[in-house]
């Protein structure tokens, strides 16, 4: 090996990527410290992020459609204004469609609550009455129930008390209720500050665009520095088709629990079949939240409706699950319908709902990459067509 400048750079890079993996290994809790650490700091620009991307689908649409260089041939007054006024209508959207959720649900369940509380008042009546009939049918069972309440009224529940305070305050509930207040306390600054970071992301998406290409170039071969933003764009525009694939699915299983539960005259079908929509936005396993939201209003109604209302689901979840949504989609990201149950199951099983979210599009660019790698070594190769049938 010729030992010149660059076999020499070479030969430093690989000692010292060496010793930094040793210390890594030897020094693991301190670099999972220091990764969740810096994971915490960055992770409202993670958000933020991951907010600008899901609100620049329908922002590019309505940019597209709405606001176009050229209308009936003339130079468009807003067109100068139009990624503001995207922005502004496409947080509007959002808004708007979170409102119309909240008031259409939040009221039925507290007209629910509220029928239930006239439920529960009129069946402790019929306890009551049935304590007293018990009562008088067997005196000698309410007899010794009268001693042991008795005994129980002799307790020293001052005591009691101090010794359930003391276990309270010992640390570990306060200790868990403050790690749980502090978690919902950063979870709202990170979504806060992740909002503010979208728009701006939204704003300046091509001036940010040019400069980490300038900073790509500046320091990475031209060649791979293509590959790498040939991957970003792959990457961009698979996840951009899931998001409008997996919206329409939800529109599509919302529709289907609408038109069953109007043929079958249940009650809240519109509100249950919104609900159920929203909540499939989770891949595979979110319609279930509806579902147990849904059940919950129709058990007020009737318990029998309620019931096929659980039978509904699981027929048209089954449909869903195993016809609609891989077709829909998978065809929107061009992942066949198998991989697609592959990526979501493993996505539950390793990181839970995130994982059902991020694996489809994940699986469907590591799919793409691999289908074209294996092209252009066939080609390459040039294998008899014959063979691979």
Request: overall charge positive; some cysteine; charged content about 15%.
């Amino acid at each position: 090996m010729d030992l010149n400048r660059k076999n020499m750079q070479k030969i430093a890079v690989l000692i010292l990527f060496t010793v930094l993996l040793l210390v890594g290994l030897q020094k693991l809790n301190y670099l999972v410290a220091g990764l969740r650490m810096v994971l915490h700091l960055i992770m409202p620009f993670i958000v933020g992020g991951a907010i600008a991307f899901v609100l620049n689908v329908p922002m590019r649409a309505i940019e597209r459609e709405l606001f176009p260089r050229r209308r009936h041939g003339r130079v468009n007054p807003l067109y100068r204004m139009r990624r503001v006024l995207s922005l502004v209508l496409t947080l509007l959207l959002v808004a708007a469609l979170v409102c119309v959720l909240i008031l259409m649900v939040v009221p039925e369940m507290a007209r629910s609550f509220v029928t239930m509380k006239g439920y529960i008042t009129a069946f402790s009546t019929e306890v009551v009455d049935y304590v007293n009939q018990l009562a008088k049918d067997y005196p000698d069972i309410f007899l010794e129930i009268q001693h042991t309440l008795a005994d129980w009224s002799k307790m020293d529940w001052k005591e009691i008390w101090q010794t359930i305070w003391g276990f309270l305050a010992s640390g570990n509930v306060l200790g868990n209720t403050f790690h749980v207040a502090s978690s919902i306390i950063g979870s709202v600054a990170n979504f806060t500050i992740g909002l503010v970071f979208a728009v701006y992301l939204l704003l300046q998406k091509e001036k940010l665009s040019g400069q980490f290409k300038r900073i790509l170039y500046s320091f990475i071969p031209e060649n791979s520095a293509d590959r790498f933003l040939e991957v970003c764009r792959l990457s961009a525009d698979t996840f951009s088709s899931f998001i409008s694939g997996q919206c329409l699915e939800a529109c599509i299983l919302g529709l289907m629990f609408f038109i069953a539960m109007a043929l079958l005259r249940m009650p809240y079908a519109l509100v249950v079949s919104v609900l159920i929509a929203v909540t499939s936005l989770v891949p595979i396993f979110g319609a279930f939240i509806g579902c147990a939201v849904g059940a919950f209003l129709i058990l007020i109604v009737s318990p029998w409706k309620a019931l096929g209302f659980l039978v509904l689901f699981l027929v048209l979840q089954q449909v869903e699950g195993n016809l609609v949504y891989p077709h829909v989609v998978g065809g929107a990201v061009g992942l066949p319908s198998i991989w697609v149950l592959v990526a979501v199951t493993l996505g539950a099983s390793t990181m839970g709902v995130i994982g059902m979210i991020i694996n489809i599009p994940l699986f469907s660019i590591a799919y793409a990459l691999l289908r074209d790698a294996v092209h252009k070594r066939l080609a390459q190769r040039q294998i008899d067509r014959s063979k691979l049938k």
